[in-house]
């Protein structure tokens, strides 16, 4: 059964910084391209970035969208089965709960993780 286990959210004042991790278990991560998605109170999931399988010891092609797009870098170690998203500039329409998951065909989703921006 695949596990996707997020953490490092919290509470953060606007312009600071945040690192999430995604630890996946029960799946050959490797070979997937994984994303990281937010859902903010009464709206609908959205996908914020994702990122290429990538090889052993070359990362995967990011992609991010508009609202994201330069205070965000997803990055991969699929050694270790581990996804990040690293958030900088934090904006509080940020706040959100941050889940991972594969883009194609997405697994059972986790618990996520609260990630809230306010001074």
């Known amino acids: 059964q695949v596990q996707l286990v997020e953490s490092g959210g919290g509470l953060v004042q606007p312009g600071g910084s945040l690192r999430l991790s995604c630890t996946a278990s029960?799946?050959?991560?490797?070979?997937?391209?994984m994303g990281w998605y937010r859902q903010a109170s009464g709206k609908e999931r959205e996908l914020v970035a994702h990122i290429t399988a990538g090889g052993i010891t070359v990362g995967g092609i990011a992609n991010y969208s508009d609202s994201v797009k330069g205070r965000f870098t997803i990055s991969r170690d699929n050694a270790k089965k581990t996804l990040y998203l690293q958030m900088n500039s934090l904006k509080p329409e940020d706040t959100a709960v941050y889940y991972c998951?594969?883009?194609?065909?997405?697994?059972?989703w986790g618990q996520g993780t609260q990630v809230t921006v306010s001074s």
């Open positions: 998951n594969r883009v194609i065909s997405p697994y059972a």
């Open positions: 029960g799946t050959v991560f490797s070979i997937y391209t």
